[in-house]
């Protein structure tokens, strides 16, 4: 009898610590840690762990403390599935991530069938949420609304200029750059040049000169800040004079380092900058404490975490499809960003997109600066 009491109470302790091991809420971040793109993987990283660690020191969620589970995409959609899959197995509930649109939308249709929410910091591709699943949201902006404001710009400032659409053949990247195309020729301009380049190339002379040849003056370009610098910097050593433009694929202070000088004046179209606002200051301070500088998708990815908290509290449950419920019913929820309300598809109801200019700061290094 005493040693069947023994037992018992040992098989309860057995399952308490279980359960307290059990507790956790796994959150998942799916980026690209490494590879061409592994600059917006570390501001992901590092917006996911400050904000678990933020999360957490306040009680964390529902009474489970979070824990993030790192998963490297490469920017490659087969791994992405790879990482979506080992989440899967993993037990993790809540993914943030991923960072590429052509990412994004392959790994969520896994999420969906094993009952996983996915609320991404940057994938602007509309596809994403335009597929009636349940679980897919983001913090950022969309394409097409992105597309809008770059287009309409170039119609406004360049009306008479020869404009070269170019892109990197991804869902992101065709899908911003048709987007621009479309808004600008509904203003009446149409582009004297429309290229798609492969992710990964380095020589862009053919293009450059094809560029010349045309006569063009404005280039678009749809992709990653990656082979953007370079054929901004090889077009100013074969003498192409013109002004360069894209979107928020490019917003990482690397560009400077690729293009060199030729960033110079180069126009860029992102969200208004969240770390302009007075309320995040101590966010800040905590990054720049250990030497890093929030910018891009830090504070978007901070906010994707603090928007899953906030829908779990609402809901009343760390389930994931009544989170879901929850953050497209409860909102709007205060965030680094600012306050977030979501839509039934999952996009943001406040889409605002500004224009920056590349150019020197006060400590002589180029970055981007939002236009007044």
């Known amino acids: 009898m005493k040693k069947s009491l023994l037992s018992g109470v040992a098989f309860a302790t ?13 959150i998942g971040l799916g980026g690209p840690l490494t590879g061409p793109n592994a600059a917006f993987g570390l501001q992901m990283q590092k917006g996911a762990e400050q904000a678990a660690a933020d999360l957490n020191a306040a009680g964390g969620v529902n009474g489970e403390q979070i824990k993030v589970v790192l998963g490297d995409d ?25 960072f590429n649109s052509g990412v994004s939308i392959p790994a969520s249709e896994i999420y969906a069938e094993n009952g996983m929410l996915q609320i991404s910091p940057a994938s602007t591709n509309q596809t994403y949420t335009e597929r009636g699943l349940w679980n897919t949201f983001r913090t950022c902006g969309r394409d097409d609304q992105q597309g809008a404001v770059a287009g309409s710009f170039i119609a406004a400032n360049f009306k ?7 892109h990197d053949k991804t869902p992101y990247g065709q899908g911003l750059a048709d987007e621009t195309k479309k808004a600008m020729n509904k203003a009446g301009i149409t582009e004297a040049l429309y290229e798609g380049v492969t992710p990964g190339e380095k020589d862009f002379s053919a ?60 126009l860029m179209t992102f969200a208004p900058d969240p770390r302009k606002n007075p309320a995040v200051k101590d966010l800040l301070e905590k990054f720049r404490a250990v030497g890093f ?29 009544a989170v ?7 909102g709007p929820f205060k965030t680094a960003i600012g306050e977030l309300g979501f839509d039934e598809k999952g996009d943001i109801t406040r889409p605002a997109y500004v224009m920056y200019t590349w150019k020197k700061g006060e400590d002589g290094k180029y970055s981007y600066f939002q236009n007044e």
């Open 324 to 330: 879901a419920e929850a953050i497209k019913s409860k």
């Open 293 to 321: 500088e929030p910018e891009a998708t830090t504070l978007y990815t901070y906010a994707a975490l603090q928007v899953i908290a906030e829908g779990a509290k609402a809901a009343g449950s760390n389930d994931p499809q």
């Open 14 to 26: 057995m399952v308490a610590f279980s359960g307290n091991a059990w507790a956790d809420m796994l």
């Open 74 to 98: 490469v920017s490659d959609p087969k791994q992405g599935v790879s990482v979506a899959n080992k989440f899967v197995a993993d037990g993790v509930k809540f993914v943030v991530g991923h």
């Open 160 to 166: 008479d200029a020869n404009v070269a659409i170019v």
């Open 207 to 266: 293009l450059i000169a094809k560029m010349r040849q045309a006569g063009v003056s404005v280039v678009y370009w749809g992709g990653m800040h990656t082979e953007f610098g370079l054929i901004e910097r090889q077009a100013a050593d074969q003498g192409l004079k013109a002004t360069f433009m894209s979107g928020d694929g490019i917003i990482s202070n690397e560009l400077a380092s690729i293009a060199g000088d030729a960033v110079n004046g180069t």
